[in-house]
């Protein structure tokens, strides 16, 4: 199994542009979690979604941010406009649905610089 | 509100010493624990989980974990430290509705 893959590892932009991180979860997870980890606020939950579904949005810091999970397979978080307080490093994390005793899978990351 | 606190922000011990790394739990109804590690510039990684059954949980690397339901604890322990080990770990529990909350995390150096 390749595990949950994240894309771009790196993204260095400036002030203004949109960012867009992607995410392929692992085959037959029906959860997937966007996070965010600063050392101010370590990780913090953005947003998840269940069978493709958003189902709490509440951790999405404002309307620059937009999720969205077209399909099983593929995740997209995009930040329009960026801001310098963006910078960060975004994980994406899946699960499988098992009561609530499945573990979730992480990505290596995307870490976010905002000029 | 269900939560897992870590109260240490960092632990240094030496190689070959025990380590324990400590988490309190609030949840209500059964808990749900989980430990991840996570190296620099990595993801995190799954070490061990309680879900139900004995109270001590073994993991990957060699490190275990104690479920208290008592002390409202499950603190992660390893009988003899690595360098390798260095890394920082996060407590979290999974609620009910299916989200995971994790610790603020507790940075562990293994000095040589």
């Known amino acids: 199994d390749a595990g949950v893959i994240q894309s771009p590892r790196h993204e260095v932009t400036e002030m203004g542009q949109e960012v867009t991180l992607r995410c392929k979860p692992i085959?037959?997870?029906?959860?997937l979690f966007w996070y965010r980890q600063t050392m101010m606020r370590g990780l913090e939950l953005l947003i998840y979604?269940?069978?493709?579904?958003?189902?709490?949005d509440s951790g999405m810091p404002e309307d620059r941010f937009s999720a969205k999970m077209p399909n099983a397979s593929f995740s997209t978080l995009k930040i329009q406009p960026s801001e310098p307080r963006d910078s960060a490093v975004y994980f994406c994390?899946?699960?499988?649905?098992?009561?609530?005793?499945?573990?979730?899978?992480f990505g290596e990351g995307s870490r976010l610089t905002v000029l | 509100a269900q939560s897992v606190a870590q109260p240490e922000d960092q632990v240094n011990v030496a190689e070959g010493n025990p380590l324990t790394v400590k988490c309190t739990y609030s949840?209500?109804?059964?808990?749900?624990l989980f430990w991840y590690v996570q190296y620099p510039n990595r993801g995190l990684q799954f070490l061990l989980k309680?879900?139900?059954?004995?109270?001590l949980v073994k993991g990957s690397y060699g490190f275990e974990a104690e479920f208290n339901k008592s002390q409202t604890s499950f603190h992660l322990k390893k009988p003899s430290a690595l360098v390798s080990d260095s890394a920082l770990y996060f407590c979290?529990?999974?609620?009910?509705?299916?989200?995971?909350?994790f610790g603020t995390g507790t940075s562990l150096t293994v000095i040589p």
């Open positions: 949840v209500s109804g059964n808990p749900y």
């Open positions: 085959s037959g997870h029906d959860y």
């Open positions: 309680y879900i139900t059954g004995d109270n």
């Open positions: 994390a899946s699960s499988r649905t098992s009561g609530r005793t499945g573990e979730l899978f």
């Open positions: 979290a529990v999974r609620l009910t509705g299916n989200q995971f909350y």
């Open positions: 979604f269940n069978n493709n579904v958003p189902i709490d």
